[in-house]
């Protein structure tokens, strides 16, 4: 965390879990870890290290940066949104 309260590492893992309907134990068992390092990471407290990060992606079949990034990652209903006013 930096002055701010602010995350200094944004991420989606609990919503990657959500989507693959892991629990925090079935996705700590797979990369190695406990438990709470999972809750840890969702909640921005912790950053992993890149080993831990790199297992996490791959457990997801995903790029490490569709997990973490350092920058606020958009809203998924701001994604979904129409772009414009008149588009429906």
Do not use: C, W
């Amino acid at each position: 965390m930096n002055g701010n309260d602010n995350p200094l590492l944004h991420n989606r893992l609990a919503l990657f879990r959500a989507e693959a309907g892991l629990s925090r134990k079935d996705l700590a068992d797979q990369v190695g870890v406990n438990p709470q390092t999972i809750g840890f990471l969702e909640r921005g407290s912790y950053g992993p290290s890149l080993e831990l990060g790199l297992k996490l992606a791959a457990v997801f079949g995903v790029p490490v940066e569709m997990l973490f990034s350092l920058t606020p990652f958009q809203s998924l209903a701001s994604q979904l949104a129409p772009s414009s006013r008149g588009e429906m």
